[in-house]
């Protein structure tokens, strides 16, 4: 079954407008979340390293105070796309790891596929 | 600068076999994994390696030679829900995770 879930599935917003994305991690606990950004045909791109209590860790030229992450507990990431653009369209995805080293497999939730209208 | 090579596209017929593979560059390596992603999904996993030689997993099996930089996935007796990206990605020095764009897999009945 699932270990990570991710709301909403899909979510249409118009220019200008806030969304909340948010990550759970269902049976585990994740210190550490990651939030991809997917283009059609295209691989992930890590925007963002979310991390437990403090500050989340951010991609070169991903903007930090457009994509705001919130990792309030060890079960819960969110991603607030802020002042939504159509170029924000696209297919949000977070992950966790649910074992403990380094190399642990990531779990990604269903993504978040979001237009901008 | 740190890269990793994988087919765009591939097409092969239900019932065979098909080899994706996978070269990587890296700095420093912690291993390779191998995902599945489903169009409109996000990817699962299917496999990790580290030590070179071939991991098997059922129909699926991952192979990894270190000094070569270079892995594949093979699938066998292919069945029409394998029709998906598979993505290849390789765990740096600093643990970071390197992405292949993913290889389209069609399979035609």
């Known amino acids: 079954g699932a270990v990570v879930s991710q709301h909403p599935s899909w979510v249409i917003c118009k220019s200008g407008t806030s969304v909340k994305i948010e990550c759970r991690s269902l049976?585990?606990?994740?210190?550490?979340m990651f939030w991809y950004r997917q283009f059609p045909k295209q691989s992930l791109m890590l925007m963002a390293t979310s991390n437990e209590g403090s500050k989340a860790t951010y991609e070169q030229g991903v903007e930090k105070d457009k994509f705001l992450i919130n990792h309030a507990s060890l079960t819960l990431s969110t991603l607030t796309v802020t002042s939504a653009h159509p170029e924000d369209s696209s297919f949000y995805i977070c992950?966790?790891?649910?074992?403990?080293?380094?190399?642990?497999?990531?779990?990604f939730g269903n993504g978040t596929r979001l237009t901008v209208t | 600068g740190q890269n990793i090579d994988q087919p765009t596209e591939m097409t092969a017929t239900e019932g065979a076999i098909v080899q994706i593979n996978c070269t990587y560059q890296t700095s420093g390596f912690n291993g390779l994994f191998w995902y599945q992603q489903h169009a409109g999904e996000a990817p699962t996993f299917l496999s990790y390696n580290v030590l070179d030689g071939l991991e098997e997993k059922g129909r699926f099996s991952s192979f990894l030679s270190r000094s070569k930089g270079y892995s594949y996935l093979l699938l066998k007796e292919l069945q029409m829900k394998d029709s998906a990206s598979y993505l290849c990605?390789?765990?740096?020095?600093?643990?970071?995770?390197?992405w292949g764009a993913g290889t389209k897999l069609i399979i035609k009945p």
């Open positions: 049976d585990f606990q994740a210190t550490t």
């Open positions: 992950s966790a790891s649910k074992g403990v080293g380094d190399n642990s497999p990531l779990h």
């Open positions: 990605a390789a765990l740096d020095s600093n643990y970071q995770l390197i």
